[in-house]
Structures are given as structure tokens and as C-alpha cells.
Antibody
Framework: EVQLVQSGAEVKQPGESLKISCQVSGHSFSDYWIGWVRQMPGKGLEWMGIIHFRDSDTRYSPSFQGQVTISADKSITTAYLHWRSLKASDSAIYYC????????????WGRGTLVTVSS | QSALTQSASVSGSPGQSITISCTGTSSDVGGFNYVSWYQQHPGKAPKLMIY???KRPSGVSNRFSGSKSGNTASLTISGLQAEDEADYYC???????????FGTGTKVTVL
């Protein structure tokens, strides 16, 4: 069974950097995509970007291009979402999810990482 | 790329059927048979309910069904149950980065 385990909740100040993680277990091969999804308080789901584990091909939503960096470490089957300088408006829940390469649906999902940015 | 358009809320009584629509363009919903639907209960992660427009993952009730006509996809929940009360999001493949777009979300209320 594939599982995605996300890092714990974070409380940060504006201007600080942050990297959250998503570890994939149970996949017998590395040919899959990891997606990062933002959900702001009381709002809907938004794609931030996706990364292909095998070759690190990364595709960003225009809204998030340049605002975050998505990366992956194949050796430890972990994907990352990194901010250089957080803003209060980055406060949200961030989910990672997985799609086998060649499919177009995402399953399963991580439990989410709550990021709170406040001074 | 704008979010796909869903009605904000839909309600129904137990046992009834409801349909949630998801409208996009020929660049996403209308251009590919790659629409999926996700259910999200409050405080929980989304759960895949339908993929490739009409297919149901193992373990998902057959009360959930999907369809598509032109640029609009639909999710139908038949025999509505209290546990179906949740937010539902459509998602479509598209050619532009990041290759996927969500709908605006629909809140389903069981009366």
C-alpha cells in the first residue's frame, strides 16, 4: 500500500525560510509524480506544481512559479516544498499527493502540513 | 489558467440523487477524458472518488458515478447518505503547466 507521510505543522515568522517534506513509501518503482496542493483557510484546492520522481521534471502553476521550489530526493523517496521568504499569505494547509506516470489521477494523499506565518 | 467552474453548493435529502457539474474549456475538460473527482470531509485530506471521467477506484461506493458532455463533467451521487456530506472537487488534465486544474469546489449538504 502506497503511503505519503508529510512533515509536521510549522509556525514561522514573515521573511523566514521553510522546507516541508513528503515521504513516499510502498511504491515498488520510481515512475510517479508527486503534486503539491495548497488549501488556504476555508478555501478550495489549488495546484502548486508537480515533480516526476525519476528525472525531477518539475512543472509549476504560473501562480506559484518563482514563489516556491519543488524538489525531490529519489534516494529517500521524499519530495520537498521550499519557500525562501515566507509571507503571511502563505498560511495554509499543504497537501502532497501521488500519480503513477501515465495516469492522470492522484491517489493517495498525505494528511497535509499546516503552515502558519505570523509575526 | 482559471479554476474549473462548479456550483458552490448542492443539497438533497437522504435517498435522493444529486448531480455536481464541473465546467471547463476545450483545453481541459472538453479536450481529454481525464477528469477525476475528489471528496473532502472537514479537516481531512481529499479522497479520490472517480477517475478518467467514469471509473471508480476499488472501495468507492457504486452510488458515485461520473460522466462528461462537451466541456462539462458531472458527478452523480445516488441514494444520498449522511456520510456523503462533504466538499467535492473536480480535477482535469490540461496541456499547460502544471498539467492539472481543480474546480472551485461544491459543498454537498444532506438535509
Amino acid at each position: 500500500e502506497v503511503q505519503l507521510v508529510q512533515s509536521g505543522a510549522e509556525v514561522k515568522q514573515p521573511g523566514e525560510s521553510l522546507k516541508i517534506s513528503c515521504q513516499v513509501s510502498g511504491h515498488s518503482f520510481s515512475d510517479y509524480w508527486i503534486g503539491w496542493v495548497r488549501q488556504m483557510p476555508g478555501k478550495g484546492l489549488e495546484w502548486m506544481g508537480i515533480i516526476h520522481f525519476r528525472d525531477s521534471d518539475t512543472r509549476y502553476s504560473p501562480s506559484f512559479q518563482g514563489q516556491v521550489t519543488i524538489s525531490a530526493d529519489k534516494s529517500i523517496t521524499t519530495a520537498y516544498l521550499h519557500w525562501r521568504s515566507l509571507k503571511a499569505s502563505d498560511s495554509a494547509i499543504y497537501y502532497c499527493t501521488c500519480a503513477v506516470h501515465g495516469t492522470t489521477w492522484f491517489d493517495p494523499w498525505g494528511r497535509g502540513t499546516l503552515v502558519t506565518v505570523s509575526s | 489558467q482559471s479554476a474549473l467552474t462548479q456550483s458552490a453548493s448542492v443539497s438533497g435529502s437522504p435517498g435522493q440523487s444529486i448531480t455536481i457539474s464541473c465546467t471547463g474549456t476545450s483545453s481541459d475538460v472538453g479536450g481529454f477524458n481525464y477528469v477525476s473527482w475528489y471528496q473532502q470531509h472537514p479537516g481531512k485530506a481529499p479522497k479520490l472518488m472517480i477517475y478518467d471521467v467514469t471509473k471508480r477506484p476499488s472501495g468507492v461506493s457504486n452510488r458515485f458515478s461520473g460522466s462528461k458532455s462537451g466541456n462539462t463533467a458531472s458527478l452523480t451521487i445516488s441514494g444520498l447518505q449522511a456520510e456523503d456530506e462533504a466538499d467535492y472537487y473536480c480535477n482535469s488534465y490540461m496541456t499547460s503547466s502544471p498539467n492539472y486544474v481543480f474546480g472551485t469546489g461544491t459543498k454537498v449538504t444532506v438535509l
